[in-house]
C-alpha cells in the first residue's frame, strides 16, 4: 500500500483504523492519562459510535487517527500503516472531519468552502464544479442557490450540511465526527441525525463518531463503543447494546428512558 493515498481498507470489512495499546497523556510525565490502554479495530464500511459522558476521551480517541495528536504509548494505524509513517498532509486529506461548530471559512463561500480540499488537490475546475453539485445534492441544498453565500448567511442545519458536503468533497474513504449535531436544535437535529443515517447507508463510508447521547448512537451506529475514563467499557452492535448488562450501560439506557418520559 502507498503511504500517499488512503484507498479505503480494501473489500468491506477489513480493518482500517486500529488502536493498538493507545496511551494518551496531556502535560508533563506522571499526568493522568485521558487515554489508557485503548486496543480497537475498526472495520471498513462500519459506522462506528464513540459514546461516553464528557472527559470520558471520545474526542482525544478520534484526533489520533487523523494525527491532531499523537499517542503517547501504543500505536494508531490507518490501513495498515502506522499513523506515524503517514505524510501527514495526505493523511488528513483522505479523511473527511467533521465537527460541532463546522469549521467553515467565515471569509469564504459556500462553494470555496465545499471544494477546499479538491482545490488544494489540484482538480481540474470542472471536475470540482461536478463534484460539488454533486455532495450538494447529497446533502439537500441547491448548489446555485446556495454557492454564493457565506456562513453568516446560513442557519446552523444549513451549515452543518455544508460542513457534510466539505468532509464528502474530495471522496475520502473515512469520515470522523465529532457531535456533529449537538449544537442544533432538537427537531432540525432528528432530521439531519435521520438523512445523514440514510446517506451513510448509501455511500459505505468508513465513519467514526462521537457523542454523549445514546439516542442519536442507536439512531447513526452500526457499533456502539462506550468509553469511560480513558477506557473502552463495552463494544456492541447497535441491536444489542441496550441489552448488556455493564452497568454504564443500563444506566444510559435508563436515563434515555427517563427523558422519554418527561417528554
Known amino acids: ?23 494518551y497523556s496531556a502535560g508533563s510525565n506522571g499526568a493522568k492519562p485521558i487515554l489508557d490502554g485503548i486496543s480497537l479495530t475498526i472495520r471498513s464500511g462500519e459506522t462506528v459510535v464513540l459514546l461516553g459522558k464528557s472527559g470520558a476521551g471520545k474526542t482525544t480517541l478520534l484526533k489520533l487517527v487523523n494525527r491532531m495528536l499523537v499517542p503517547s504509548h501504543g500505536e494508531v494505524f490507518v490501513e495498515g500503516q502506522a499513523t506515524g509513517a503517514w505524510d501527514v498532509i ?45 455532495v450538494m445534492q447529497l446533502v439537500g441544498l441547491d448548489a446555485r442557490e446556495f454557492g454564493k453565500r457565506l456562513p453568516h448567511q446560513l442557519s446552523g442545519g444549513q451549515r452543518q450540511r455544508v460542513g457534510v458536503a466539505r468532509a464528502l468533497a474530495a471522496d475520502p474513504p473515512i469520515l470522523l465526527m465529532d457531535e456533529p449535531f449537538g449544537a442544533l436544535d432538537p427537531v432540525t437535529r432528528a ?51 441496550p441489552s448488556l448488562a455493564q452497568p454504564l450501560v443500563q444506566e444510559y439506557v435508563a436515563s434515555q428512558q427517563s427523558t422519554v418520559e418527561e417528554s
Not at 1 to 23: C, H, K, L, N, Y
Not at 105 to 114: A, G, K, S, Y
Open 90 to 134: 495526505r493523511l488528513r486529506r483522505g479523511i473527511g472531519y467533521v465537527i460541532q461548530h463546522v469549521g467553515l471559512f467565515p471569509h469564504f463561500n459556500v462553494r470555496r468552502n465545499v471544494t477546499l480540499v479538491p482545490n488544494l488537490e489540484k482538480w481540474p475546475k470542472d471536475r470540482q464544479e461536478k463534484r460539488y453539485t454533486e
Open 191 to 241: 432530521d439531519l441525525q435521520r438523512e445523514f443515517h440514510e446517506l451513510a447507508e448509501r455511500l459505505a463510508k468508513t465513519i467514526v463518531l462521537v457523542t454523549h447521547d445514546l439516542r442519536e448512537a442507536l439512531v447513526l451506529g452500526s457499533r456502539i463503543v462506550l468509553m469511560d475514563k480513558g477506557r473502552v467499557v463495552a463494544d456492541a452492535s447497535a441491536e444489542s447494546f
Open 1 to 23: 500500500m502507498s503511504s500517499q493515498t488512503i484507498a479505503g481498507g480494501g473489500a468491506s470489512g477489513d480493518p482500517i483504523i486500529e488502536f493498538r495499546g493507545v496511551s
